[in-house]
């Protein structure tokens, strides 16, 4: 469970001059329900991933989680490109506690960098990056996955593939994406938010939440 408790999220652009991105929002993401969430350019949908994760912290309300959360899927900036690959990796199995061999082994297999995973993150190409972010992220169980944009990853082979575990990771965890793209939404979720004007838009079912989205980018 995600419980946000009438959480405010807002910036300062100047001097007494504010943008808000939540505004007094009480929601609950609960297990087993995985939600798309529509918004405009600007709407606040990445900052919303930040909050839901941690990285961010509301300006009021609070967040109270019960469940394991990632980090936003295909999202690298989280990984230290002085260490290497293998002590990336390290890191954070120890920091979530998880099986250092069978997240190493797995993550061997699956990103196919071979030796590449010695050297420095900062050496790697972005691909190379891309796929060592999607396949740390995977390596660890979560409760839940949040998702910032399409998920895409790496060369067309390597996104086919990436596609397929998140497809099967799906199956056994709750996904949160927030995106532009109602193809992936519709793929992966159950329910769709519309975040407008710093609230959130429920609707009897996902393809109403599409519809009021599509008519919201058209006026």
């Not at 293998?86 to 506690?97: A, E």
Request: proline share 2%.
């Amino acid at each position: 469970m995600i419980m946000l408790d009438d959480v405010t999220k807002r910036f300062v652009l100047n001097i007494g001059t504010f943008k808000y991105t939540l505004k007094h929002v009480s929601y609950t993401f609960t297990e087993g329900v995985s939600t798309g969430i529509l918004g405009l350019n600007g709407a606040g949908k990445s900052t919303l991933l930040k909050l839901l994760c941690g990285s961010s912290f509301p300006t009021s309300g609070r967040i109270i989680r019960t469940s394991s959360i990632s980090w936003p899927v295909g999202f690298s900036g989280f990984v230290v490109g002085s260490l290497s690959g293998y002590q990336n990796l390290h890191f954070i199995s120890r920091i979530y506690r998880s099986n250092y061999k069978k997240d190493k082994a797995f993550v061997e297999e699956f990103t196919e960098l071979g030796d590449y995973l010695y050297q420095p993150v900062n050496t790697y190409s972005s691909g190379m990056r891309a796929k060592l972010g999607f396949a740390l992220s995977m390596s660890i169980g979560f409760d839940f996955y949040l998702v910032d944009e399409a998920l895409s990853v790496g060369d067309a082979q390597f996104n086919a593939k990436a596609h397929k575990l998140f497809l099967e990771k799906s199956q056994n965890s709750t996904i949160i994406i927030v995106s532009h793209n109602v193809a992936s939404i519709s793929k992966f979720c159950t329910k769709g938010i519309v975040l407008d004007k710093a609230k959130f838009l429920e609707f009897p079912s996902l393809a109403e939440s599409i519809q009021y989205y599509k008519k919201l980018g058209m006026q």
